[in-house]
Structure formats: structure tokens, C-alpha cells
């Protein structure tokens, strides 16, 4: 079966009506373009068909645009629906009690593995589903522009697989595994370390997909503790994101200036958006115990050190001092 037609039964047999790409719409758009090119070749008199025009107007005018509108809503869907998964594993006492019973009243209540089971295997396949459709267009162009956007959508945070709900997921999945429960979102997922001990979270997918994580914090070159994610897609430690962005942890990183940027790629405005990993926080302090209680000692001092400068800069502002 193509993958054409394998993706839009997929998409069709949602119980939920989840956004997608219009796979067989994106198609007909790169057969016009080639059959036109084809024709005005013969017309001409052409016939080296490894030439192309640098801008085409079709594809460039409605490919581009209508696959960057997909592309966000899918990405956006993706978002949404893993954070509001996650909310509900990682609830506690009354208020995990209380999602419970809304949901059960609303007869919509599925499973917190299947939940995530499904949004994994949406993730994959429509990240399937751009590189396929990107390739497609390469080849009808003969070339690299699609590669190109690849670029472009990771620039605009729309890489599906860069998602730092994602990576959560995987590292729910690894949680779920170890506290013997027998259902598993994922195959192939694992928290894995090389020689010198850093750790990546590893996954293997179908279709040739892979997903690599680097778990070692770039500012402290340790293991990141606390994680939080950047909108550029790039993970810290909390405390080592606060000093980049030149603010506390008493005031966030949301109180960072936009003009603050990412120490690795240099985007500027990451910080406002900022995810915290508390799935992968769960899973790296129990994968590494005594560096976990030996980094929350260390910073057990900073944190108080820093919360006092704080409130002793409020109380100096405050008598006029």
C-alpha cells in the first residue's frame, strides 16, 4: 500500500478529528507543476529535464504556504494534547481526582497509555508524512529546496519531532515502563548512556525515524537537572537557563528579555515559552540517584543565596535605601 493512501485511512480513522496534511492535495499540486514544466519544455524546444526554474510559482505560491499552515496546526494539535495528558499523570490528591470524574461524566475517558499510544503514532506519521511529501517535491524540482524548509520549520517551531512534548512522552513511556506497568506507548525507547556516563534518550521508529536526545546540559557540561526546554527546541538545566537569560529563579525565565538569547543557536525571545520537563525530571532522578541528591545539595545553597539577594533588594526598595 503508498503511504498516500496508508496516511489518509490513518487520519480518517481518527475518533477524534485531529488536523493533518492534505497528503493527495500537496501531490496534485508537484503533478501540475511537473506536467506544466514538461509541456512548456516541449514547447520550447527543451529537453534537459534536469533543469528547473529557481522560483516556481505554483509551488512556491500554494505548496509552501498551504504545507506551513498544516504543518502548525499539527504541531499545535500535538502540543496541546500531550500537555493536557501529561497534567493528568503527573496530578496529585484532589485535582487528579476531579479530571478523573470530568472525564468519566463526558464518556470520552480513554486510558492514559492508549492516550498516549495515539499521540505518538500521530506524531510519527505525520512527520513521515512531511519528510515524504518534501522529498517528493525535491525530486520534481531536481532540487534541494525541500530540504531547505526543513530549516525554515524548525526555525518557526514547527519540527513535529522536535517537540519538547515529545521527548516527555518518551520519557513517560520509560516511567510508565519501570513502574511495571504491561502496556508501553513505545518500542525501542531508552534511556541510554555512552562511555564517558552522559545520557541520551534514544527511539527508534517505524519508517526509519529516529530520535536522538542529548541529555547533558551545554552550559554546565553535566546532566541536566531540573530540565526545561526553550521554544527553540534546546534543553537546560533551570538554574544554568536563569543565568543565561540573566534573571533568578525567583523570577523565571519568563521575566528574560526578548532580547535574551539561546547560548547554543542564538534566537532571541526563547525563554517566555520555556517548557518544563517534569516527565523527564521524574526519570533522570530516578536513573541517577546519588548525582541527584549530590546536585540538589549544591544547589540547595545557590537557591537560598539567590532567594535572599531578592527579597533583600525588595525590603532595600521598599524603605528607600
Request: hydrophobic residues 35%; glycine residues 6%.
Amino acid at each position: 500500500m503508498k503511504f498516500c493512501k496508508k496516511y489518509q485511512e490513518y487520519m480518517q480513522g481518527q475518533e477524534k478529528k485531529l488536523p493533518g496534511l492534505g497528503f493527495k492535495k500537496l501531490k496534485k499540486i508537484l503533478k501540475k507543476c511537473r506536467s506544466d514544466f514538461h509541456s512548456n519544455n516541449a514547447i520550447d524546444g527543451h529537453h534537459d529535464t534536469q533543469t528547473c526554474p529557481h522560483h516556481c510559482p505554483v509551488c512556491d505560491g500554494t505548496f509552501f504556504p498551504t504545507l506551513l499552515k498544516e504543518m502548525s496546526a499539527v504541531v499545535g494539535c500535538f502540543n496541546n494534547h500531550a500537555q493536557k495528558l501529561l497534567e493528568l499523570h503527573l496530578a496529585s490528591g484532589f485535582r487528579k481526582c476531579f479530571i478523573w470524574f470530568k472525564a468519566k461524566l463526558q464518556n470520552n475517558h480513554v486510558t492514559l497509555i492508549q492516550e498516549g499510544k495515539d499521540l505518538v503514532t500521530y506524531a510519527l506519521i505525520n512527520a513521515v508524512a512531511i519528510r515524504k511529501i518534501l522529498k517528493k517535491y525535491d525530486k520534481v524540482h531536481y532540487s534541494n529546496q525541500g530540504q531547505a524548509f526543513k530549516s525554515q520549520a524548525q526555525s518557526k517551531h514547527i519540527e513535529i519531532l522536535q517537540s519538547p512534548w515529545l521527548c516527555e512522552l518518551m520519557a513517560f513511556h520509560i516511567n510508565l515502563r519501570e513502574s511495571k506497568v504491561k502496556s508501553v506507548l513505545l518500542e525501542g525507547c531508552n534511556l541510554t548512556c555512552n562511555d564517558d556516563g552522559q545520557p541520551s534518550l534514544t527511539c527508534e521508529l517505524f519508517d526509519s525515524v529516529k530520535v536522538n536526545i542529548d541529555l547533558t546540559c551545554s552550559i554546565c557540561l553535566d546532566i541536566i537537572f531540573y530540565p526545561v526546554a526553550l521554544t527553540c527546541g534546546h534543553i537546560f538545566c533551570h538554574m544554568c537557563a536563569c543565568a543565561a537569560a540573566s534573571v533568578t529563579i525567583v523570577d523565571g525565565l519568563k521575566a528574560a528579555e526578548l532580547k535574551a538569547k539561546c547560548p547554543l543557536c542564538r534566537e532571541g525571545g526563547v525563554y517566555e515559552g520555556a517548557v518544563q520537563l517534569d516527565e523527564l525530571n521524574i526519570l533522570l532522578s530516578r536513573s541517577f540517584p546519588k548525582y541527584w541528591e549530590a546536585r540538589l545539595q549544591t544547589e540547595r545553597v545557590e537557591r537560598i543565596h539567590q532567594i535572599k539577594d531578592y527579597w533583600d533588594g525588595h525590603c532595600r526598595a521598599f524603605l528607600g535605601i
